[in-house]
């Protein structure tokens, strides 16, 4: 006589598990406070340029610091790169 099996749960995330996007907005996160923290003037205002090129020298490609600058393009950037 066979034994019926049932099938195994579908596994479930628990909540301390982040997804690969959580965890992508989490470090971007991350990364724009501690540059706001470095390259801010005296008015508060975050410096481009510097952050772009540290970004570049990380790895960065054009796109993604637009997109950390909450722009859509790499042309937006691009002054600041070059």
């Known amino acids: 006589m066979r034994r019926s099996t049932k099938p195994k749960p579908a596994e479930v995330a628990e909540s301390d598990q982040i997804t690969p996007r959580q965890l992508r907005a989490r470090l971007d996160a991350m990364i724009m ?9 005296d008015d508060g205002k975050l410096r481009l340029a510097p952050v772009a090129k540290l970004l570049q020298r990380a790895g960065f490609g054009p796109t993604e610091i637009a997109r950390f600058f909450g722009k859509t393009k790499a042309t937006d950037v691009s002054k600041y790169l070059y």
Do not use: F, G
């Open 33 to 41: 406070l501690l540059a706001v923290m470095k390259y801010s003037d």
